[in-house]
């Protein structure tokens, strides 16, 4: 769409950069002889499942992608992946200053000072951020999404991300 909004277009860029750039860790990774399965062994001493995190990333890396390309071509299904990609954002910044907190408290590995969680903290209100614009009224017109919506796609979107933590914690664990 020619008359896409900056916003818009700096979230699709932004997010489409992000998943490129996992991807091609994930292609380093994969280059490595035993990649990943010392990557694998480093969760493993912490009792995480080092699959899960490869699948789980993995999926999330693709739906960023593909959220960042559709609502660079305007589609409603980029709207509605966008909202949920940067819910989950949040999420994902919440439950890795959890992860570091349990690591350093209970594992006694690293650090959870400010220099940690002031980082993961920017980036959850970043991804929260983006979830206000996204539910702006003329971004929502944008995609040809009805204002009423906004909170079905906020909550199917938050229970989603909540039953994805919730397998994760469950299955997560080695």
């Known amino acids: 769409m ?8 700096v979230i699709a860029v932004w997010y489409i950069a992000q998943s490129l750039f996992l991807g091609l860790l994930f292609l380093i990774v994969w280059l490595q002889p035993e990649g990943f399965s010392e990557l694998g062994k480093g969760f493993a001493e912490f009792h995480l499942s080092g699959r899960w995190f490869l699948f789980s990333t993995s999926l999330i890396t693709a739906l960023t992608f593909l959220s960042g390309v559709g609502l660079w071509a305007g589609e409603k299904g980029g709207w509605w992946l966008g909202t949920f990609c940067s819910i989950y954002g949040v999420a994902g910044a919440l439950q890795t200053m959890r992860l570091q907190n349990w690591f350093h408290s209970v594992q006694h590995v690293g650090d959870s000072g400010p220099d940690r969680t002031l980082p993961l903290a920017g980036r959850a209100a970043l991804s929260f951020g983006v979830v206000l614009y996204l539910m702006r009224a003329e971004i929502m017109d944008h995609f040809g999404i009805p204002e009423s919506r906004r909170v079905t796609s906020i909550g199917v979107s938050v229970i989603v991300v909540l039953l994805m933590l919730g397998v994760a914690s469950a299955i997560g664990r080695t």
């Open 2 to 9: 020619s008359n896409r909004p900056t916003g818009v277009k």
